[in-house]
């Protein structure tokens, strides 16, 4: 599983390589909402998701993908999924 931490508008780390196959998590820590958009349809968040609340996911497209947070624009996580 690689794991993101999400925190105070700003994700830990901020650039992620994942194998295609294997587990994404991305985990809200803070207590400001995180709402995340993305152009990988699996990356995107119906709503705001609260303190420890976690959008996991297997991805099985490889392509290079950014997500951000809706409430807080100019916040960014780049995520490469390889083969």
Known sequence: ITEVKYENASFRPSVVTVRKGNYLAITN???????????????????????????????ETAGTYIVTDTLHQGVSLQVSIID
């Open 29 to 59: 820590i803070g207590d400001s909402l995180m709402w995340l958009s993305s152009d990988h349809p699996k990356l995107r968040t119906p709503r705001g998701y609260g303190k420890s609340e976690q959008l996991r996911i297997k991805p």
